[in-house]
């Protein structure tokens, strides 16, 4: 795209000086309470600092005070677009912590949903993005299809937002039949949808001139300042963590990773549009390779686990044999620590977890790709103008429950 | 720039392409709700106001001062109190849910060995007093009555209760048949019910 030429004040002989502006926290366009304090030189941004911590409520301490099960919930709060994902890539970490084996149709469960959940994340960024440009049809449309996944949520586990659905070692519920029908007969359908939505911005001008050029960074440059996602791979960086190191059904299952070009808004637009049509093969090969079986692992900690460890019982002996002793032993969680990471619709989410033995996590540290996004905000709007920051904001899809915690 | 672009863009139509859909949408059925006086269907099993189960035979509550959901709770908004000695059954003194700091995760509920707590299918319940959605043990299971006499069956269960697909032999014994039998109810209250649903 040609740059466009700005008539400066201070060239035509006029005095000037730079204008500060806080941007946010209660600015619709940036996502939450994102606030960035932009220093300007007449419509240029010259300096762009980003503020974080307005939605901080402390998660990862408060983690540290409740048993492994009783943290789930709360990682529903990081990111709430896509909670399913935040709930997985938990349940992964403490799994891999404690040394359990989900069974195998639990794991295409979790597939399933997971990339349902990416697809509403996706839904919701494309509606917020276009509209922030000033797209707002699209917004509408979007929010259509959102609310069939989220209906379809709310039939599995009874919440649309915060699911809380996984479990350690499985899933808290097996899902019916008729919801798998319900939801390959909403894939049948997506597909058409996402041309729709192509139809209205993938060409138009006016998106074109928001999009292209704007934001450029280079694949090298992005890998330095940890960018992950869709957010890199628009950049031309083949790095997804559902190939790189695979969790769940993802090794079982075939799927390409979009690429990027130019590292602009507009192909991380395309990746993600690309990404969604990803999405809606992985569901259809999970609805064909869904195994028959037991959702829970018999290895699973229970819900109301003891903080000191927990224990493994056989109930059904002990129901019926009067004189079988309960022992007070407690299995407990091996001490260590363990890094890992699920990919989830911003970017590679990971749970470091520090374990001393008992039922609570030492502590635990949430690498969040929101938080990881905003400091590259200010190198995305390097030269551009004010408008473009909402681009840029939204081309990284930031969730502020997720970068402030 | 080829021609064919080249004509593309003076004749607009990639715009005109988008307005083509926008007119197609605007002529078919409206997917919105109007919503305080068209209501959409809740799934059962929605993780909605809590109810305490009131026992169909001795009308009072079923808990047993467990202190099971109080301990799982992740907002930790749930306040038991109860009177007994060691080696002898409880007695429920305080038994009290702080709405707001809810979050509905529906872990008490999946939690409690007798299945005397619920979150039922029930979601409006905003209210102008924050006293209102501080819920102690009567208003729990006031709510429970107020959620019962909304149904249109003789039984109510509970998704939460015992979740399905999960191995029976890891379900306490009162939890493997989870199903309330609305015996409080008499046969004309229920057709009345149907009558006004």
Known sequence: ?405 | MTFRDLINKALFIEILKGLALTLKVFLTKPVTIKYPHEKRPVSSGFRGRHAMVRDPQTGKELCVACMKCAMVCPSQCIYIKYTGAEGEPRELTKYEIEAYRCIYCGYCVEVCPMNAIVLTEHYEYASYKRQDNYFDKERLLKNWDEHIKSLKATSYSNKFWKPLGIDIGRLPANKRQAEVELKGLSKDDLSQNIKEA
């Open chain 1, 1 to 405: 795209m040609e740059q466009v030429e700005i008539t400066k004040g201070s060239d035509i002989g006029l005095h000037t000086q730079e204008l500060t502006l806080n941007m946010g926290p209660q600015h619709p366009a940036t996502h939450g309470v994102l606030r960035l304090f932009l220093e300007l030189d007449g419509e240029v941004v010259k300096r762009c600092t980003p503020h974080v911590g307005y939605l901080h409520r402390g998660i990862e301490k408060l983690s540290e005070s409740r048993a492994y099960p009783s943290v789930m919930p709360l990682t529903d709060r990081l990111d709430y677009i896509s909670s399913m994902i935040n709930n997985i890539g938990y349940c992964i970490a403490v799994e891999r912590l404690m040394g359990i084996e989900p069974p195998p149709r639990a794991k295409y469960i979790r597939t399933l949903l997971a990339e349902l959940t990416r697809i509403s994340s996706h839904l919701l960024w494309l509606a917020t993005h276009a509209l922030d440009i000033g797209a707002m049809t699209v917004f509408l449309y979007c929010f259509r299809e959102r609310e069939q996944i989220l209906g379809m949520f709310e039939d599995v586990i009874g919440a649309r937002l915060t699911v809380s659905y996984p479990r350690i070692g499985g899933v808290r519920c097996d899902i019916t039949d008729g919801f798998l029908e319900g939801v390959g007969r909403f894939i049948d359908e997506f597909p058409s949808r996402i041309v729709e939505y192509e139809t209205l911005i993938d060409k138009n001008r006016i998106w074109l001139q928001r999009t292209k050029g704007i934001g450029v960074i280079s694949g090298e440059e992005a890998v330095r300042w940890g960018l992950t996602g869709a957010t890199l791979r628009g950049s031309g960086i083949n790095y997804d963590v559902r190939k790189k190191m695979p969790y769940d059904a993802y090794d079982e299952i075939e799927f390409d990773v979009p690429l990027g070009q130019n590292g602009d808004v507009y192909d991380r637009y395309r990746c993600r549009m690309e990404e969604m049509r990803q999405s809606v093969r992985i569901i259809q090969q999970c609805i064909e390779k869904m195994p028959k079986g037991e959702v829970l692992s018999k290895d699973a900690p229970d819900l109301d686990m003891n903080p000191k460890g927990h224990k493994r019982l056989e109930p059904e002996m002990s129901l019926w044999s009067a004189n079988v002793s309960f022992s007070n032993e407690y299995t407990t969680t091996p001490k260590g620590e363990l890094y890992s990471a699920v990919e989830a619709p911003k970017g590679e989410l990971g749970f470091y977890i520090v374990s001393d033995g008992t039922g609570r996590p030492y502590r635990m540290r949430v690498r969040s790709p929101s938080f990881v996004h905003a400091a590259a905000i200010p190198r995305l709007c390097q030269g551009h103008m004010i408008a473009d920051v909402i681009a840029v904001i939204g081309t990284i899809d930031i969730v502020m429950g997720e970068c402030d915690r």
